[in-house]
Each structure stands twice: as C-alpha cells, then as structure tokens.
C-alpha cells in the first residue's frame, strides 16, 4: 500500500490542525487499539472542515463504522441540524452512539442499521454533505444515489481515493493516465470507476487531496 503522505508530514498536518477533544482521542486510542481503519484527524478535521464553509445542516454518510468521520463533522452542524450514519454492524453502530452522545450530538444524529444504498432511499434531500466510505465498487452507486439531493454548493466526498488495504495504486495511476491495466481487482476499478465518473460529470468540480488514505472531494458548482 502506497504511502500518500510520510510520517512525518502527516505529523506536522496533525500538529497544526485544530485539537482534538477527549472523545476524539479515546476514538483514536480505539482505533489504534482494534486495528480499526478510521480516516484520522488529518482528514476528520478537514471534513469538519469542509462542513462549516458549505454551511452544513443535513449531512449524510454512506458507511459510519464506530462514528469517527461523523463525530468530527457534527460540530460543524447547527443544533436543528441532521447527520444520518449508517453502518451494517451492530455493535459499530451502537459504539458510535456511544461517542456521539459522549460529544453532546446524539440529538443531530439518525443511527442507520443496514445497507447505506438501501437507506438513502428513506430520506429526501437535500445534503449539504455527503461522505462515501463503504464498499469501493459500489461508490458510483452511491454517488448516482445522492447526486440530485446535493444542491449548488454541496459536497460529496469520497475516501480511499488513493490508496486502501486491497487496492493497487499503480493500477489505479495507469487507469488516471489513460491506460488500460491487466487484472484490475474490483476495489481499485471501483474507485477509477467513481473518479472517472464524477471528473466527467459538468456540475462537478473534482479534486484528489492526498490526506489520509485519499480523499475526493467535489464541489457542485451547477
């Protein structure tokens, strides 16, 4: 797996990003502790981040895992705001409950068990913000899904860009440049797939940040 930033700037991101609170360090501690793949600070505090300038008050994710993304995010929402996790594991789901109530925003928060693709259907829009970070070949799914709930100004943002445990970053490079790779696993076609799909698309502006493991964010622009 391809390093997308080196330990040291990935530290000095850190050092000079905002402060995480107690509930975001026992998040951290959880994560290094279970092996977990959370996005780190680097990327929560930018997704926060990104919320406050798109005057977030409804933001939805495609898979939560224990809350840590949604967690970061929430502090950007005003208190009538609504932020939809979803996640297919039980105990994941209940954790991020845990947490979000710990930081004072379970009342923004609608706990989804289930199929992220399947719950996207309950809910109208529009979403200031969107998170994808589930199954890789089911990105593009999940962007035709929610593209008309996102209004000019909205964002959708895709994590693992760049790199991720199963996929090959050479592959996903010789695919960006125009070339056609033998074997490409489903992971790494899933996310060429998605850039290729939201580059293309004209009311979207796309750019690859290379925080965390890769992030894509697009910005509606029409």
């Given at each position: 797996?391809?390093?997308?930033?080196?330990?040291?700037?990935?530290?000095?991101?850190?050092?000079?990003?905002?402060?995480?609170?107690?509930?975001?360090?026992?998040?951290?501690?959880?994560?290094?502790?279970?092996?977990?793949?959370?996005?780190?600070?680097?990327v929560g505090?930018?997704?926060?981040?990104?919320?406050?300038?798109?005057d977030a008050?409804?933001?939805?994710?495609?898979?939560?895992?224990?809350?840590?993304?949604a967690y970061?995010?929430?502090?950007?929402?005003?208190?009538?705001?609504?932020?939809?996790?979803?996640?297919?594991?039980?105990?994941?789901?209940?954790?991020?409950?845990?947490?979000?109530?710990?930081?004072?925003?379970?009342?923004?928060?609608?706990?989804?068990?289930?199929?992220?693709?399947?719950?996207?259907?309950?809910?109208?829009?529009?979403?200031?913000?969107?998170?994808?970070?589930?199954?890789?070949?089911?990105?593009?799914?999940?962007?035709?899904?929610?593209?008309?709930?996102?209004?000019?100004?909205?964002?959708?943002?895709?994590?693992?860009?760049?790199?991720?445990?199963?996929?090959?970053?050479?592959?996903?490079?010789?695919?960006?440049?125009?070339?056609?790779?033998?074997?490409?696993?489903?992971?790494?076609?899933?996310?060429?797939?998605?850039?290729?799909?939201?580059?293309?698309?004209?009311?979207?502006?796309?750019?690859?940040?290379?925080?965390?493991?890769?992030?894509?964010?697009?910005?509606?622009?029409?």
């Open positions: 797996m391809v390093d997308v930033l080196s330990d040291e700037i990935a530290r000095f991101v850190r050092a000079v990003g905002p402060e995480p609170d107690e509930t975001l360090r026992e998040m951290d501690d959880y994560a290094e502790r279970e092996g977990f793949p959370h996005v780190g600070p680097e505090a930018f997704l926060r981040f990104v919320a406050r300038m798109a008050e409804r933001i939805f994710e495609f898979g939560s895992g224990y809350g840590y993304s970061w995010m929430a502090a950007a929402l005003p208190d009538d705001g609504e932020l939809v996790l979803t996640e297919v594991d039980e105990d994941e789901l209940e954790l991020a409950r845990e947490y979000m109530r710990a930081g004072g925003y379970d009342d923004l928060a609608r706990y989804e068990l289930g199929d992220a693709m399947a719950t996207i259907d309950e809910y109208d829009g529009p979403f200031d913000v969107v998170l994808i970070d589930h199954q890789k070949h089911r990105y593009v799914d999940a962007f035709e899904a929610v593209r008309s709930t996102v209004p000019v100004g909205g964002v959708v943002i895709a994590d693992n860009a760049i790199t991720a445990g199963p996929i090959d970053f050479e592959a996903l490079l010789s695919i960006a440049e125009g070339e056609a790779p033998d074997d490409v696993n489903e992971h790494t076609r899933g996310i060429a797939d998605y850039l290729e799909r939201v580059t293309d698309d004209p009311d979207f502006e796309t750019i690859v940040l290379p925080l965390g493991e890769g992030i894509a964010v697009s910005y509606r622009v029409g």
